[in-house]
């Protein structure tokens, strides 16, 4: 360690052996890909020259699996008898090509939607009826 620059020790969770052990100041690249997917803590232990330690925790999760995306149910739902679920999971793949096929989430039309369509059909169909410019 040089005389003049402070020492930084990085840890993961609670593990006793460093991801890395870097002189300030550094840029550093922490592969997310070696953790599980979930909660996590980065722990980074600084020692100056003069042996002073300082220590900061930062939280972060980690979400590199396939997501997961899920409709017809919610958190806390309040269910009865059977209920229809459209499930999707799909992965970010190479980064370095686009691949289309299983990237969205098929959603059903909402019924809002429905309700009004069939709303501006039928206002359109009695504005055709009782519009005087087309009766002859």
């Known amino acids: 360690m040089t005389a003049d620059k402070s020492k930084i020790i990085l840890f993961i969770d609670e593990n006793t052996q460093p991801v890395a052990e870097l002189i300030a100041p ?3 690249e922490l592969d997310t890909r070696k953790l599980t997917d979930g909660e ?11 042996g002073r330690e300082g220590i900061q925790k930062i939280n972060f999760t980690v979400r590199n699996g396939p ?5 017809g149910i919610s958190e806390n739902a309040i269910v009865d008898g059977t209920i229809p679920l459209m499930i999707n999971a799909y992965d970010k793949g190479n980064q370095n090509k686009f691949i289309i096929e299983g990237s969205e989430t098929p959603q059903s039309v909402p019924w809002w939607l429905v309700v009004g369509i069939i709303i501006f059909a039928a206002w359109t169909v009695y504005y055709i009826i009782t519009s005087p410019e087309t009766r002859s």
């Open 26 to 28: 550094v840029q550093f």
């Open 40 to 50: 996590h803590t980065l722990i980074l232990i600084s020692k100056s020259p003069t």
């Open 67 to 71: 997501a997961i995306a899920i409709e």
